[in-house]
């Protein structure tokens, strides 16, 4: 709820902001939407990998996903009063893409609000997953829904790229960081699991974590009740 009051308030925090605020919010609240998009995207395909994280890890990479999409959402609200406060698009255009046309500047602001609406909704049916969590049709369903953020990504990426005025280096070299992490995260998920294993002990190497992982403890419980005699076993008391 609480993040839902700020997001309603950012349009009236930029249009009664100064002309420097909103000058600064026009170069910068794109880039910053499309960055934490992108941190989120990136945390949603790590997150849920059981055997890189154990339990505790991916509660907080689970934590860092959500943060990260609402202030997608939040720079993204940003970006879009902006940009219609210093008279750069139309309302039109923001609420439905590709209104200005589909070649040009117009097909590419059609591209920004494409991903615009992608996102509010993939975040709302995010914010709503436990009403989606049963039966598992209506589970599988959430998920494909959920996935609607990798082309938000797509299309807002395009659209930071080429819309407007050409992007200063520092914007294209968080661009190009932002591709290469998503690219990254893509390719880990799709990694086979020997070498997701490899490359988990080389993380617990590096970082002197001493916590078994999820899928430690889990074959160590297959060994023993693979052992003689487990089910005549009895605790102590």
């Not at 960055?35 to 790590?46: D, N, R």
Request: aromatic share 6%.
């Amino acid at each position: 709820m609480a993040s839902a009051v700020v997001l309603l308030l950012i349009p009236v925090v930029v249009l009664v902001g100064g002309s420097q605020f909103q000058e600064f919010l026009n170069f910068g609240a794109g880039v910053l939407s499309l960055v934490s998009l992108s941190c989120s995207v990136i945390w949603g395909l790590v997150a849920q990998d059981r055997v890189l994280l154990n339990t505790r890890q991916r509660i907080i990479g689970q934590a860092v996903h959500r943060t990260t999409a609402v202030g997608s959402i939040a720079f993204l609200l940003l970006h879009i009063t902006t940009k219609i406060a210093l008279d750069h698009t139309q309302l039109i255009a923001a609420l439905i893409p590709f209104s200005l046309g589909v070649t040009g500047s117009g097909g590419l602001i059609g591209l920004g609000s494409l991903a615009g609406l992608l996102m509010v909704f993939v975040g709302v049916t995010g914010a709503l997953r436990s009403n989606f969590a049963t039966p598992a049709p209506v589970a599988a369903r959430w998920r494909a829904m959920h996935m609607l953020a990798y082309p938000a990504w797509c299309a807002a990426l395009v659209h930071g790229l080429y819309a407007g005025r050409q992007a200063k280096p520092i914007f294209v070299i968080l661009y190009g960081l932002s591709l290469l992490g998503v690219m990254a995260g893509l390719a880990l998920r799709a990694a086979p699991r020997p070498v997701k294993r490899r490359l988990a002990d080389r993380l617990v190497g590096l970082f002197g974590g001493a916590e078994a992982s999820d899928l430690d403890r889990l074959e160590a419980s297959r060994s023993r009740r693979n052992e003689p005699g487990f089910d005549n076993r009895r605790e102590p008391r």
